[in-house]
């Protein structure tokens, strides 16, 4: 008997033995040893998956660290909204989901919000202040309001189920930053802009905009084919209504572009029961009429956009930003600038920190805290340099205590070599290469932590002149107005009806309705129906919440008061 | 002789059970079976998805277990500002779609079958199918080249001729109807042809060397013999088309749908994906999803019982 509990002891010793040197093995960032299913509603990660992520230099060294293995998932569709509406719906979602969503109003919050009321998510409020990065979101003056009382710690759900991407660690919105600023809007070609004696930056009303377009038109330009061109041209990436605000910003009764706006009588209303329609159509009546507009400024797609503005076949075009390839690989377009808003100054407005994606645990998955501290690890220092930088020695150097790309990094980053970058390496490099690592950052303050705002932000020369147009711009005021759209008031338990109405208006169609219309009153005949609609709708009821919540708290909506004239 | 044999066997086999007339065609069975089973999976198991028009359907409780909200979304659609419009645009692009466009395809294969260079039929009918595997996407991409203001082909030609090349006939209402009718037509017309050149391979020849004897012409012939002879697929088709008057079709008129046509693009079809899928209504838009298809087949009934009265023509 002893003999055998003598052999027991000792088998029970080794085993704790092993056990205990096998654990010693295991790194202090290890989680599991498991696959974590991802399904991503976000067509630009799907478009941007390696053809084994296991198998990556990264993604080894990840499972390495934290015994992690990833299956990425992507399903094309409509739209990514349409397909993660169609499989949530379903109930059919593996361990995590990643989606789009800047903010509260995008088309994707409803779904989510309906599935994480319905328990498809997994609440993750006991397990967050045992993260390192994400227990952040707990701090109440961490998150943007919206992400924070519309969409993570909402009063109507009983949990966390849901998180908001790319959060700032610092808030700094109201610093213009010329590493990294978007300089949007109006670009004219270069050689009319010359031929013509128009300098960067330098409009300022819809009427300047008019003589130029005026000049363009009896300029007789031709595109590279020797064809006439169209003054003002569509958006870079396909007509949208999107880019109208460049052309009309005055005409927008919100400075934010927002529909909504704030009068100075106190009210509330929707731009198109004030005179600001009306001025918005029939300005652009006016372009259309005279052909200094192209009339597919609304509907062109992408590809003929595309090859419109290559071939130089419009005058200037009416979005694209200094980031895109066609304006910092070349010199042939410059920006015009901001026309002024409705209050007559070019300030851009911000409402603080933003976000942009969110991802959630479905309430089905096992360990969702092993998910979690994998998302944790992924926005660590060590998780983002691996993620978005790659490999020490393969894709980037330590110098000076920042990572610095190497030949072969920074060359496939300037010939947009993404194969190599996604398979070879398999990091985000800012968003370059594999996409999900890139989306799913937060707390980020890239200048501290990497010495660069971007990802080869500080070797490379490709943006050399995205920088220089940045720097360039001569209004860098930011100012900050925070609080959330009115809009996003429509998702609260009270407005459900009136919001189940709203959906199914589109003001942005209703106008580009309008400005297509044969007569005067046609043009009429629309803006009265619509705002029939908005009536029936039960618009007054918003109005009413979020003028009382106004009242109570200014900081809740953006909004500044502008003249304008309210039709009953 | 061996046909009368397979005939009286034929006779033999129907007086027995279905059992035992299953056993001795059992591969007959076999080949069906996949058939069947693909109308109860695809089309019969659904049907019963339409209970949750009368259910605010929850993601985690599925369509059992959601509770019951009576005809709410019912009452919603039908007292919305939108219903009428709705209904009114579904219901002019059916009549385009079922009854306007119906004829062609008899006309082109009464057209084909009157073809005799037999190398000169085929081209034609190829060239007449071809259209029919195009997707959506592809056809109203061409469509959109085509129709664009100033350098699609269309406007080109108008300028040629002195007329003006700005219009944007994807923009303007008044010519939606046309452009949706010329496109369906096009590509259509040979697929749906096809069944009619089968029916016409059907008639009995003699009849045509009767009505030939007779001193019937070419026009004759095919008033007199071919579409009497093809009637009763001509009645069973248009009885099935009828069905589908409140049915626009999504794909193409999402694809066709822009700002400017939108007050006669809309139809419910596309309103069903706004909502449903969009907005994740699933409730409300199976609400309409249902209207649509009850509405059809009391059509559908009406249509059968009319034919069958005044052609004796019916699909039951």
């Not at chain 1, 010199?331 to 409402?351: A, C, F, M, Q, R």
């Not at chain 1, 809009?487 to 003001?507: F, G, H, I, P, T």
């Not at chain 2, 003699?206 to 095919?222: F, K, V």
């Amino acid at each position: 008997m002893k003999r055998y509990l003598a052999t027991l002891l000792a088998v029970v010793l080794a085993l704790s033995c092993f056990t205990a040197f096998a654990a010693e093995d295991k790194p202090d960032t290890w989680i599991a040893d498991r696959t974590i299913t991802i399904q991503c509603y976000v067509d630009d990660i799907g478009y941007a998956l390696p053809n084994d992520i296991n198998s990556t230099p990264v993604m080894q060294k990840i499972t390495e660290l934290t015994g992690i293995k990833l299956d990425l998932r992507y399903t094309p569709g409509d739209s990514d909204a349409t397909v993660m509406a169609a499989q949530l719906a379903a109930g059919n979602i593996p361990d995590a989901i990643v989606s789009y969503l800047n903010n509260s109003t995008r088309p994707e919050f409803p779904i989510l919000l309906k599935a994480a009321k319905e328990g498809l998510f997994a609440d993750l409020t006991d397990y967050l202040p045992d993260t390192q990065v994400y227990c952040n979101y707990l701090d109440h003056d961490y998150l943007p309001a919206d992400a924070r009382d519309n969409i993570t710690f909402r009063k109507d759900l009983d949990g966390a189920y849901i998180f908001q991407l790319n959060i700032a660690a610092v808030d700094r919105s109201t610093e213009y930053v010329a590493d990294d600023a978007y300089i949007g809007g109006l670009y004219i070609r270069s050689d009319i802009a010359a031929d013509l004696g128009v300098e960067p930056f330098s409009l300022s009303m819809e009427e300047e905009l008019y003589d130029l377009a005026v000049k363009i038109k009896e300029g007789n330009y031709t595109d590279d084919n020797g064809n006439p061109i169209y003054p003002i041209g569509p958006k870079y990436w396909g007509g949208s209504y999107d880019s109208l605000i460049n052309v009309v910003r005055s005409y927008g009764f919100s400075p934010f572009g927002s529909e909504y706006g704030l009068t100075t009588d106190g009210q509330i209303v929707h731009e198109a029961q004030t005179n600001y329609v009306f001025d918005k159509i029939n300005y652009t009546r006016k372009l259309l009429a005279e052909g200094l507009m192209h009339p597919e400024f609304f509907t062109m797609d992408t590809t003929r956009c595309d090859e419109l503005c290559r071939s130089k076949g419009v005058g200037i075009i009416s979005d694209v930003h200094n980031y895109m390839e066609i304006i910092y690989s070349n010199e042939d377009w410059i920006p015009l600038g901001k026309i002024n808003d409705v209050t007559g100054s070019k300030d851009g407005y911000t409402s603080g920190k933003g976000g942009y994606g969110c991802w959630a645990i479905s309430a089905d998955a096992q360990n969702p805290e092993e998910i979690l501290k994998f998302f944790d690890f992924l926005v660590t220092h060590e998780g983002k340099l691996l993620s978005e930088y790659g490999i020490e020695g393969l894709s980037y150097n330590l110098v000076d205590g920042y990572p610095v790309l190497t030949e072969e990094a920074m060359t496939a980053l300037n010939d947009g070599n993404s194969d190599w970058m996604i398979n070879e390496v398999g990091a985000g490099f800012g968003g370059a290469g594999l996409i999900f690592f890139d989306y799913m950052t937060t707390n980020n303050d890239n200048k501290v932590e990497f010495g660069e705002s971007r990802v080869g932000a500080g070797a490379g020369a490709t943006y050399a002149r995205s920088v220089a147009l940045a720097e360039q711009n001569p209004d860098k005021n930011i100012v900050k107005i925070p609080g959330l759209d009115v809009s996003a008031y429509l998702s609260v338990d009270e407005l459900a009806d009136v919001k189940a109405n709203m959906d199914l208006l589109n003001y942005k169609e209703m106008v580009v309705q309008a400005i297509y219309a044969d007569s005067d009153e046609q043009v009429n005949a629309i803006v009265e129906s619509f705002r029939a609609q908005l009536k029936a709708a039960g618009i007054d009821r918003l109005y009413d919440y979020c003028e009382a919540l106004y009242a109570e708290n200014p900081e809740t909506i953006q909004l500044i008061p502008v003249e304008a004239t309210v039709t009953e | 002789m061996n046909n009368r044999m397979t005939a009286g066997h034929a006779v033999a086999l129907n007086n027995k059970p279905l059992w035992k007339r299953m056993l001795t065609c059992w591969p007959l069975y076999l080949m069906l079976l996949p058939a069947i089973v693909y109308y109860i999976v695809i089309c019969y198991v659904p049907i019963f998805g339409n209970v949750l028009a009368f259910k605010d359907y929850s993601f985690r409780k599925g369509i059992w277990g959601s509770p019951w909200v009576g005809l709410k979304y019912f009452r919603m659609f039908f007292m919305s500002y939108d219903c009428k419009r709705l209904i009114l645009n579904t219901l002019h692009i059916g009549f385009i779609k079922c009854i306007l466009e119906f004829p062609f395809a008899i006309i082109l294969a009464l057209l084909l079958n009157e073809i005799k260079a037999l190398r000169y039929k085929k081209v034609t009918q190829t060239i007449t199918y071809l259209p029919h595997f195009l997707s959506s996407v592809i056809i109203i991409t061409m469509l959109q080249r085509i129709l664009a203001p100033n350098t699609g082909i269309l406007n080109q030609i108008v300028g040629r001729f002195g007329g003006d090349s700005s219009t944007f006939y994807l923009m303007k209402p008044n010519y939606f109807h046309r452009i949706l009718f010329l496109m369906d037509i096009w590509r259509n017309i040979g697929w749906d042809s096809i069944i009619y050149l089968g029916a016409i391979a059907a008639v009995d020849q003699e009849l045509y060397e009767a009505a030939n004897m007779d001193g019937c012409n070419r026009l004759g012939q095919i008033w007199h013999v071919t579409l009497p002879g093809i009637r009763s697929t001509i009645g069973l088709l248009f009885i099935m088309g009828v069905g589908g008057l409140l049915s626009s079709g999504f794909e193409q008129m999402w694809l066709l749908r822009t700002p400017g046509n939108m007050t006669v693009a809309d139809t419910l079809d596309v309103w069903v994906v706004r909502i449903g899928l969009q907005q994740g209504q699933f409730g409300y838009a199976s609400a309409v999803g249902l209207v649509q298809g009850v509405v059809g087949l009391i059509l559908v009934v009406t249509a059968n019982t009319i034919c069958k009265r005044f052609t004796e023509v019916g699909l039951w």
